[in-house]
């Protein structure tokens, strides 16, 4: 067998023709951006899609994490987790606020409710948790602590699309949830984003954040940023969004070939389906024990890369070693054992639409010695 590349993910790409036929229309109305019709179109499909009454795309998935902390007239300090992209934290240093890094859950990948009260300090406002791997967080003990302390939350849900818990959308808990649609994730727009609110009110006013803070032609209501996006981006995403279901189960199909393999490896971990979650299975990590697979994570990592398979350590290095903020008291190792021992066990599988039983074979015989 060929022994060709087969990388981490693919982009879920649209049926060329039918995009072209979207750009002719786009041509000959010659409205290229500024909510024009595909715009509009994709946020009303992407809304019921999704099971939320309220959406605004944005250009991708870190100015709506910046916008919803503005929104949010967010200062201080805000919790949040060093498990994560790094584009988490950024958003919080973009608009001058502290993070203060809090461990997480060796089970979820996720925040560790447990530990959010002690790091609440008199400059806390709010706490940004990421529902990583698409895992959701404990949303339930989430909304009791900020209940309790008067804070905000916003969820970075970059790797959630879809992900339901008993029936329910997980981007209705919290304040706001913002969304990716890199090329990467398992829904695109090339580049994209989303940012999920209650209320009509709340709509309206992001809407006029991410186009400058107009409120009309002559009306500027607020220092607002551009991330509008683009009519051949929408377009892009009204075809993506006819096919994400059947990407999504074939992602579904590949977990259950990993797992079944992979239990019975000894030293190699993963994550199990939730119950009552509906996920989306945007990545499939594995967790190296050195010590019982016989191998360190390393190892591993540039073995499988040898056989031309490329796993990825998604999230090594943790953001809180990173020169911004490695000198914050919160990103000391000491304070966050069970991000530094995740960051330093995973690996995640190559994982998309595309992974035919030839690649999985491969992938596995390459993990397998
Ligand atoms: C991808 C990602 C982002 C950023 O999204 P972009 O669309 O690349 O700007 C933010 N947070 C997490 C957790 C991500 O994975």
């Known amino acids: 067998m060929e022994n060709k590349l087969i990388t981490v993910t693919s982009p879920l790409l649209p049926n060329l023709e039918e995009y072209q036929t979207l750009l002719k229309e786009i041509w000959d109305s010659k409205w290229i951006t500024n909510n024009g019709s595909f715009h509009k179109q994709l946020e009303k499909e992407l809304a019921a899609y999704l099971k939320v009454p309220y959406l605004s795309l944005f250009t991708n998935g870190t100015l709506p994490l910046i916008t919803a902390l503005q929104a949010l007239r967010i200062t201080g300090e805000v919790i949040t987790t060093p498990y994560s992209f790094v584009a988490t934290t ?31 300090t008199p400059k806390t406002t709010a706490i940004m948790p990421v529902h990583v791997y698409g895992k959701p967080c404990d949303t339930q003990r989430i909304q009791e602590i900020v209940d309790k302390y008067g804070l905000k939350i916003i969820y970075d849900a970059a790797h959630a699309f879809g992900v339901e818990v008993n029936g329910e959308s997980i981007l209705k ?53 551009n991330s509008k996006m683009d009519e051949m981006r929408a377009a892009y995403g009204l075809l993506n969004l006819k096919q994400v279901d059947a990407a999504i189960e074939a992602r579904h199909q590949m977990a259950i070939k990993y797992r079944e393999v992979l239990r019975s490896i000894d030293g190699i971990t993963f994550m199990d389906d939730m ?47 990173f020169t911004t903020y490695r000198r914050l008291e919160s990103s000391q190792p000491e304070n966050l054992p069970n991000a530094h021992k995740m960051a330093e066990s995973v690996i995640c599988l190559p994982m998309h639409h595309k992974l035919t039983q030839e690649h999985v074979e491969r992938i596995l015989n390459s993990i397998i010695y």
Not at 189 to 218: C, P, S
Not at 287 to 313: C, H, P, W
């Open 275 to 321: 119950p009552g979650v509906k996920h989306n299975y945007s990545y499939f990590p594995i967790f190296i024990d050195a010590e019982k697979y016989g191998m360190t994570r390393d190892e591993l990592y540039f073995k499988m890369k040898e056989k031309n398979v490329l796993g990825r350590r998604y999230f090594y290095p943790l953001i809180s070693t």
């Open 90 to 120: 950024h958003s919080l240093w973009w608009n001058g606020i502290k993070p203060v890094f809090v461990d997480i859950d060796p089970a979820t990948g996720n925040i560790d409710p447990d530990k959010i009260e002690t790091a609440i």
């Open 173 to 225: 808990a919290g304040d706001m949830s913002t969304l990716s649609f890199h090329a990467t994730k398992v829904y695109n727009t090339i580049e994209g984003g989303a940012l999920v609110m209650h209320d009509e009110q709340t709509k309206k006013r992001i809407d006029y954040l991410k186009n400058f803070g107009f409120a009309g032609e002559t009306e500027v209501v607020a220092p607002g940023i």
